[in-house]
């Protein structure tokens, strides 16, 4: 097992050093860099080559997670009780009376840190809290720290992040670090292990590819004779990758395998090579995949995702999993929604003016492009309906107080503008 740490150059080292004395079966790979926003490149280059990745805090975690779809498990670092215990004990040295310290503090809760100072008899009311945000950058941080400091109603600060903390040391400012402690290092690794065994099992699940062919535009022996190619370039297909494969009645080839292959580099290759092979053969097709516990739950699902690519054409590949819909696969319009609706999802659904399906779509698209605001034309695109469509969507939303009109978008050519809204759902 391979395993990469992420983040600041001490945090890292002094993870390593904790994990790799007592996990002799595991190699651990140390990426270093003190600014959080430079590590979303170092992930991305190397999730491919591990099987789990370790970042040093939740700033990191936020900041890749929001930036990309990981394939892998990642975990972080928490900062609870023992870290900030260790930084106020560190602090009292320097600040023996507390009266005279006026304190900036990120990444803790108010509620855990309140907790703390009642348990541990902490008089410090002078001090000003920057909790975690998704949205946050630590660049943001930094700029408030700043802004406080001139202001002076802070003297000291308190980081969790390691290119803060270092910022202002060079300055000559007070300044603690909320290092992880031992504790909390090996607990959440612990966690992160869990995880990984999870995707195992996840990528062992059962999956079902079903390939139907839906036309094709030529003479009947001419067509024949092309079923009969295609049909032993699935065969090779399915040799290939090592699954097992039948013709079924309906035009419709079904694969087995598990998930690890059916969705591993070579497999999803092999597929696109066969697509653009009956592409240029005049087939249309629909492609389903599916996964499940069994066989019968995996073609379920796979027999929902090809009832959608049959619906949408264009060779679209759609995965099921039974609890969410995934597609069109492996292009910038894959988008993935959430196939089971509760009531209160319903409810909200009815008082916005649209389906549940709808509402789920642009919920992910919100998630996927990490931003609220969108023209009619973009969300078009995306949800592969028409403008006309869509701006019945927004008509609803916008009537019934679910999202603002933002702006208009200008067109070079003739035609109605077209208008951008900010959801709020």
């Not at 930036?67 to 930084?87: E, F, G, V």
């Not at 108010?110 to 946050?136: A, C, P, T, V």
């Not at 066969?274 to 379920?300: M, P, Q, R, S």
Request: aromatic share 10%; charged share 30%; hydrophobic share 35%.
């Amino acid at each position: 097992m391979r395993i990469a740490i992420v983040g600041s150059p001490d945090s890292v080292e002094k993870i390593y050093n904790i994990l790799s004395a007592e996990y002799n079966d595991i190699e651990f790979l140390k990426l270093m860099e003190e600014k959080v926003e430079d590590t979303f490149v170092l992930i991305k280059n190397i999730q491919d080559e591990v099987d789990g990745i370790y970042v040093t805090g939740i700033g990191i975690y936020s900041h890749i997670k929001n930036r990309m779809d990981l394939k892998i498990p990642i975990s972080y670092t928490s900062r609870d009780l023992p870290s900030i215990i260790k930084a106020f004990w560190e602090l009292k040295d320097d600040f023996p009376k507390l009266d005279s310290l006026k304190l900036g503090i990120d990444i803790v809760s108010k509620k855990k840190l309140k907790e703390i100072f009642k348990e541990f008899n902490i008089n410090l009311s002078n001090y000003i809290l920057q909790e975690h945000n998704d949205e946050k950058e630590e660049k943001d941080y930094i700029l408030e720290y700043e802004r406080l400091l001139a202001k002076k109603d802070i003297n000291c600060i308190m980081t969790a992040f390691g290119h803060i903390y270092f910022h202002f040391k060079k300055l000559g400012i007070p300044v603690y670090r909320l290092q992880a402690s031992n504790i909390e290092i090996k607990e959440n690794f612990i966690f992160l292990l869990d995880n990984i065994k999870l995707k195992d099992i996840e990528d062992n699940r059962l999956g079902v590819k079903i390939i139907k062919l839906i036309s094709c535009n030529d003479s009947e022996h001419l067509c024949n004779s092309q079923n009969l190619k295609i049909e032993r370039e699935l065969l090779n297909y399915s040799n290939e990758i090592q699954g097992n494969f039948k013709k079924i009645e309906n035009e419709e080839y079904i694969f087995f395998a598990n998930k690890r292959t059916l969705e591993n580099e070579f497999s999803i290759n092999k597929l696109r090579s066969i697509l653009i092979k009956l592409k240029t053969e005049n087939f249309k097709v629909g492609i389903g995949l599916g996964y499940g516990n069994t066989i019968v739950d995996a073609e379920k699902n796979a027999r929902k995702a090809l009832n959608l690519s049959v619906k949408k054409g264009n060779f679209g590949v759609y995965l099921s999993n039974g609890k969410s819909i995934k597609g069109p696969l492996y292009g910038t319009n894959e988008l993935e929604y959430n196939n089971q609706i509760n009531d209160n999802f319903v409810s909200v659904a009815k008082k916005i003016g649209i389906s549940s399906n709808y509402l789920s779509k642009i919920k992910a698209v919100q998630k996927k492009f990490n931003k609220r605001e969108f023209s009619s034309r973009e969300l078009a695109d995306i949800l592969e309906i028409s403008e006309r469509s869509t701006n019945r969507i927004i008509k609803n939303i916008l009537e019934n107080g679910f999202g603002r009109l933002v702006e208009f978008e200008n067109q070079t050519k003739a035609g109605r503008p077209r208008r951008i809204i900010k959801f709020e759902i």
